[in-house]
């Protein structure tokens, strides 16, 4: 798989720590989507990360715009390699793009705004539901106390897929 760069958009850090241990695994230079903007040819080969807000990529239209994404990696509260075709649907993702999902954590001391805003309303949701599944309870936990969950061992797959193994 011929990729020039990695390129991604993150918010609170898990999707750039990612992408810069990808960038440490492969020798790929990586660029946040602004600096490529800057420094990438148009229409460059890239890896795409983009963190997951909603089910959709963010900024996936911006990044495919710019550059040529071979490979795109959604970066979210599931394990990593779950909700595929979620990801796939909302995002409308051709069949040939090559996606995979990573999970990433949530911070909430690093979200401002709307983003903030809409956690609180989804604990507070989550909350308010009589009959919590494990599912529910789980989400709760990690949405209220946090969690980091980037490692090395997720991006195998990319990382072969890169390699053409
Ligand atoms: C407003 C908002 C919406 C989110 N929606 C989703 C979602 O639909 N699916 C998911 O898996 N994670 C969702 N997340 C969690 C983020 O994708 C997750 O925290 C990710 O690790 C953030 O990456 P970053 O640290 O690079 O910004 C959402 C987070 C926020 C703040």
């Not at 071979?70 to 909700?83: E, H, R, Y």
């Not at 796939?88 to 903030?116: C, H, I, S, W, Y």
């Not at 309303?121 to 989400?139: C, F």
């Amino acid at each position: 798989m011929k990729a020039k760069a990695i390129v991604y958009t993150s918010e609170t850090g898990h999707t750039a720590d990612y992408a810069h241990l990808l960038a440490k695994k492969t020798g790929l230079p990586v660029y946040s989507l602004a600096d490529a903007k800057k420094a990438l040819p148009h229409d460059t080969k890239i890896v795409y990360l983009g963190w997951l807000m909603a089910s959709r990529v963010k900024d996936l239209k911006k990044a495919a715009n710019l550059f040529d994404i071979k490979i795109l990696c959604a970066v979210g509260l599931a394990p990593s390699g779950f909700q595929l075709d979620e990801v796939r649907k909302a995002n409308n993702l051709p069949a040939e793009l090559l996606v995979f999902t990573l999970q990433g954590g949530m911070d909430r001391a690093k979200l401002r705004g709307v983003n903030a805003f809409a956690i609180k309303m989804l604990i507070r949701m989550l909350n308010a539901k009589v009959d919590k599944t494990p599912e529910d309870e789980g989400m709760l936990d990690l949405l209220n106390k946090g969690g980091y969950y980037v490692c090395e061992e997720n991006l195998t797959p990319v990382v072969q897929c890169l390699r053409g193994e």
